[in-house]
């Protein structure tokens, strides 16, 4: 099966040589080819270039892109969207006046999350998340991470963890998992916190490791939820089972979370909507790529990640959704780059490299996805006709996509 696109009014993220991320300057630049052409073979980019070098017209599939704008489909690399029904009565009591830590004080937030997949059946969390993934799909989202997290018994962490690997199966996106036990202290440990990483460590861990169902570990690395030393424990104890740990760090308090993980070694730090000097300079000459998560910010009213701050130092930023019942309940890429020029003052170049190959890069999946590259994944979004890709972020709220192509297949 071939694809072939034509006329496209703008190709962008074309890179010839496989690019793993991008850092400080580098984004800055967004490649892009004007009136162009695009080649999908089977599930695979084959060929790319200027309309006038296309020799042939022949393929089993020729969509005219007259107009439109062709990307790398979006790779949110931070979410929670397998989850049992949702929280829309602590959005109401923090509109009359709560915080997220008053309610989460009260045994709400990821307890109620916890409490509500317990009581949900795994064919029943199945269907919930994929209706989630199905909509993310359509809003341009071709490869995705997703946390397990609010089960928080052994139980209840498979249950979530092995609806991500039916996802993974039926899916043609791309999907990571990620072990986040260390999310919140569950309700039966409450004066137990050892009692319950040694369940993490000695229970869980094996079991995951047994049945294959997580390539990252999490912990919520937050004053009230995991302290350095837990965190350096799970950290510890993933490693020893093959995961390779993605933080959740500095979303309230910096308190050196963010040195711990990059002397792990950690893939990425996620949050940093506190960030302290030491922090960038913990950041600087590592592989450890910060995350930021501008839907939760908005949502919960919070300070953005400084991303200016980031990317100024010359280091990598990574944009995702954080798609989660408590503090992000969306999933659309396309609001997380316009918040981000809106909000973090990105430029849509920045912001379409950090959702896109720096996204791929937060995930480990760079070499294969994130960019118009020969032989990456055909993972591609075209556009409605618009002005220029300046008009993507800046018609928020607006959906832009016309088509969108997983695998080479339009969904
Ligand atoms: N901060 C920790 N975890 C999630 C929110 C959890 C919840 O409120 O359910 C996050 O990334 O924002
Ligand atoms: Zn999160």
């Known amino acids: 099966m071939t694809t072939l696109i034509t006329n496209i ?71 929670h969207i397998v989850y049992a029904g949702n929280r829309e009565q602590e959005f109401v009591d923090r509109i009359n006046g709560l915080s997220y830590e008053d309610i989460a004080n009260r045994g709400g937030g990821i307890l109620n999350s916890a409490e509500k997949l317990q009581n ?111 965190t350096e424990r799970i950290i510890e104890a993933g490693k020893k089972h093959g995961l390779t740990p993605k933080i959740h760090v500095n979303q309230f308090n910096a308190f050196g979370g963010i040195a711990l993980s990059v002397k792990h070694g950690a893939l990425s730090v996620d949050h940093l909507e506190e960030l302290k000097d030491e922090d960038i300079e913990a950041l600087k000459g590592s592989k450890t790529i910060a995350v930021a998560l501008p839907s939760c910010s908005y949502f919960l009213s919070i300070p953005y990640t400084p991303a200016r701050k980031i990317i100024d130092a010359g280091l990598p930023l990574a944009l995702a959704t954080d798609y989660n019942p408590g503090s992000t309940p969306s999933g659309n890429m396309n609001f997380v780059v316009s918040t981000a020029c809106i909000k973090m003052k990105m430029t849509p170049e920045e912001a379409i490299n950090a959702a896109t190959i720096n996204g791929a890069y937060a995930m480990g999946i760079s070499n294969e996805y994130g960019s118009i590259t020969r032989g990456k994944k055909a993972n591609i979004i075209i556009t409605k006709p618009v002005p220029s890709y300046n008009y993507l972020p800046y018609s928020f709220g607006e959906n832009n996509i016309e088509t969108v192509i997983i695998n080479g297949e339009v969904i």
């Open 9 to 79: 009014k703008e190709l962008l993220q074309v890179r010839d040589t496989n690019v793993l991320k991008l850092s400080g300057e580098e984004m800055k630049t967004l490649p892009t080819i004007k009136n162009a052409f695009l080649l999908i073979k089977h599930d695979t980019i084959v060929e790319y270039g200027k309309m006038e070098e296309l020799t042939s017209l022949e393929a089993d599939q020729v969509i005219d892109a007259t107009g439109k704008i062709v990307l790398p489909t979006w790779c949110d690399s931070h979410t």
């Open 120 to 230: 949900t059946s795994e064919d029943e969390l199945y269907e919930q998340s994929i209706h989630r993934l199905k909509h993310v799909m359509k809003l341009g989202t071709g490869a995705i991470e997703i946390k397990s997290g609010y089960g928080l018994t052994t139980d209840s962490e498979l249950k979530m963890l092995r609806v991500i690997k039916r996802i993974k199966k039926e899916f043609p996106v791309k999907v990571k998992a990620t072990f986040l036990g260390a999310h919140a202290l569950p309700k039966a440990y409450k004066e137990d916190k050892k009692g319950y990483l040694d369940l993490m460590i000695n229970e869980m861990l094996p079991k995951i490791k047994e049945e294959n169902l997580a390539h990252y570990v999490d912990v919520f690395c937050e004053k009230g939820y995991f302290d350095l030393e837990d």
